[in-house]
C-alpha cells in the first residue's frame, strides 16, 4: 500500500505558502518542503534548522537531504550548510521557458521602463495565484530593490497586489486574503486591517490605479495601473525610490495610463529581464 496519507497545508508547507488538501506522498512533500525551504534561505540552512522549521524529525531530513544531495538539487557547503544545488538550474530555466507571459506584455513593460528609468513589472492571475510575468530593469543611477520573477508574497502590501485583488470578484480577493494569506505586517505602513483594505480597495475602483506607499518595504513605493480597464487579468507596474516616487507620482501616473492604452508605442526591440 503507497505511503500516502491527507496533509494539511501547515504541517506540510513552508510558512507562507499554501496548497490544497488532499492525498499524496508524504516523503515527496517532505523533500519539496525542504527544497522550498532551503531556497527561501539566504546563506543556506542546516540540518537542523531545517528540522525545527518544518517540524520534521531530524534523522528524516538527514535522509532527505541525503537523497537530494544525490539529485544535485542541494548541496551542503563548508559551514555545513545545504544551499540549492546546480540542477534547480535546469528547474529555473524550465520554469523561465513555460511559465512566461503573454507575449504583449513584455513591450509595454519595456515602454514603461524606458519612459520612466524605473524597474517596471507586469502580475497576473495564474491558477488562484497572484504572480510576476515579466520584469525590466531601470536605468536610473539609484533603483529600487530586484522584482523576483514568478514569485509573490504579501499582494495586501504592494501596489500591484491590492490592484489586483480591488479588480477581483469578490469571491476570488476573498479566498485569497480570508484562506490562504494572512494580512502580515511587511512595515510599519502596511494595511494589516480588513476595513482599511477594503476602504482602500473602493478607492483603487474608482481611481483606477494602486499605490504602495512603502508598505512593502521600507524607501520604496510602487505604482500599479490596470490593463484594458481592469477587463484584463493582468497590471503594470513600477517600483522607485519614495523619494523619487513621490517627486514624479504625476508624471508616471500619465505616463503608465497612456502606456496601458496604448498611446505610446513600446520600443522597437523592447528590453526584458524576465
Known amino acids: 500500500m503507497k505511503n500516502t496519507e491527507h496533509v494539511s497545508p501547515q504541517a506540510a508547507d513552508a510558512p507562507g505558502r499554501t496548497v490544497a488538501v488532499k492525498p499524496r506522498i508524504n516523503s515527496v512533500a517532505r523533500a519539496i518542503n525542504i527544497m522550498l ?18 517540524e520534521i524529525e531530524r534523522q528524516t531530513v538527514y535522509h532527505l537531504l541525503h537523497t537530494l544531495s544525490a539529485l544535485r538539487v542541494v548541496t551542503r557547503d563548508e559551514h555545513r550548510k545545504y544551499r540549492v544545488g546546480l540542477n534547480v538550474g535546469m528547474l529555473s530555466a524550465a520554469f523561465r521557458r513555460q511559465f512566461s507571459a503573454p507575449i504583449y506584455l513584455h513591450p509595454i513593460v519595456s515602454a514603461l521602463a524606458e519612459a520612466t528609468g524605473e524597474t517596471c513589472y507586469a502580475v497576473g492571475w495564474c491558477e ?21 520573477h514568478g514569485q509573490y508574497t504579501d499582494a495586501h502590501a504592494r ?24 494580512l502580515s505586517p511587511r512595515t510599519g505602513k502596511t494595511l494589516t486591517d480588513r476595513a482599511q483594505l477594503e476602504a482602500e480597495f473602493r478607492c483603487i475602483r474608482a481611481d483606477r490605479f494602486s499605490m504602495d506607499d512603502e508598505e512593502f518595504e521600507e524607501g520604496v513605493c510602487c ?34 495610463r497612456r502606456i496601458a492604452r496604448g498611446d505610446i508605442s513600446p520600443p522597437t526591440k523592447s528590453r526584458s529581464n524576465a
Open 159 to 182: 501596489a500591484s497586489g491590492k490592484l489586483l485583488l480591488a479588480l477581483a470578484p469578490l469571491s476570488r480577493s476573498y479566498e485569497y486574503l480570508q484562506r490562504r494569506y494572512p
Open 37 to 54: 525551504e532551503i531556497a527561501g534561505s539566504d546563506q543556506g540552512l542546516s540540518a537542523k534548522e531545517i528540522s525545527e522549521r518544518l
Open 223 to 256: 505604482m500599479a495601473i490596470p490593463l484594458e480597464g481592469g477587463h484584463s487579468p493582468y497590471a503594470i507596474a513600477l517600483s522607485a525610490p519614495a523619494e523619487r516616487m513621490r517627486a514624479q507620482k504625476d508624471d508616471y501616473l500619465q505616463l503608465a
Open 128 to 148: 488562484e495565484e497572484i504572480v510576476t510575468l515579466a520584469v525590466v530593469h531601470g536605468v536610473n543611477a539609484v533603483a529600487s530593490a530586484e522584482v523576483p
